[in-house]
């Protein structure tokens, strides 16, 4: 069982923020946005703006855990330079809200929300409107790849180690998919 | 003119810090360190805690600009990854305190303090004693890097447009070089 899951994908430009809780058998998006820093502003403005938001939709949302995207360094460097400063004040801001973090990969969040750590990025957006039992894909596509991120570990929290199809989360995700796809339908 | 410049050395195992003035013609160590944080906490309280501590230091320290390493991503990605995120907090509390931040790279600090971009660090290291008038090479070597990102910066500010040698630092750099060696008696 957990509590709020609040998914970050770091970044300066835009960082996408995406919460989830869990009703009943359902996920529910319960918050997601994301905060942009102005271009024209100067970096050390941007990283002090970023950290004041992040701050403030942790505060607002209160999350009991946070899922942040793990910064793989083998995109182009200002990229990557960009996300490194993000992520950092990302963890300072849990830290001092005494939130524990944990990390995911580009990969496993695939995995656990499409069950193919190939997937394309519209299939996991797809995806989290299904599970989250959403109408549309949630815009803009930073928002959607937070709550994935949320999604991921949501499922990693709630295979609780007592439970019988623990430690795996797959027949979980598995069950959950399905009743995502029974509800449309299909 | 230049009240006084903090240099920072950015990272997350060790972050050093190093502050200079001018006194006439002379450069001053004002105050240098290193911020370290302990790696058996985990990621998220170390930024948090680096992040405290750096605000402490530009706090008591009252610079009137900072210099800040420029991060370049050819290193291990791990490295670099932690150099980003001590980064990015380090602009964020500079963006805080209203100072503004100023970056250069390693080859940029090379010249600037010894005169040579492919200088040896022990090269760097014993030309920041001798400009600031040390009798030895400060400790430990996070320290005094970052003292020497001071020096080039003091330097750059130096060289306002209005004044005869601007708007390179050379001369003035070369002029300081003569007057340190000259006070070693060499």
């Known amino acids: 069982m957990f509590g709020l899951v609040l998914g970050i994908d770091p970044g300066v430009s835009r960082c996408g923020y995406g919460a989830v809780r869990r009703e009943g058998a359902q996920l529910e998006a319960v918050g997601a946005g994301v905060i942009r820093t102005p271009g024209s502003d100067t970096l050390p403005n941007r990283l002090a703006s970023l950290e004041e938001e992040l701050g403030r939709v942790v505060s607002e949302l209160g999350p009991d855990a946070l899922a942040v995207e793990r910064v793989l360094f083998q995109a182009n460097t200002r990229t990557a330079m960009s996300v490194g400063q993000a992520s950092g004040l990302a963890l300072a801001v849990a830290a001092r809200a005494g939130i524990p973090v944990t990390h995911y990969s580009p990969n496993e969040v695939k995995l656990a929300v ?29 928002a959607a790849d937070a709550l994935a991120l949320a999604i991921c570990h949501a499922w990693r929290l709630d295979a609780t180690p007592d439970e019988p199809d623990a430690p795996g989360t797959a027949p979980r995700l598995s069950a959950a998919i399905q009743t995502a796809l029974a509800k449309e339908g299909r």
């Not at 957006?125 to 039992?133: D, F, I, K, P």
Request: glycine content about 14%; overall charge neutral.
């Open 114 to 142: 499409v069950g193919y750590g190939g997937a394309e990025k519209h299939q996991v957006q797809t995806m989290v409107a299904r599970l989250l039992g959403l109408h549309e894909v949630p815009r803009p596509p930073d």
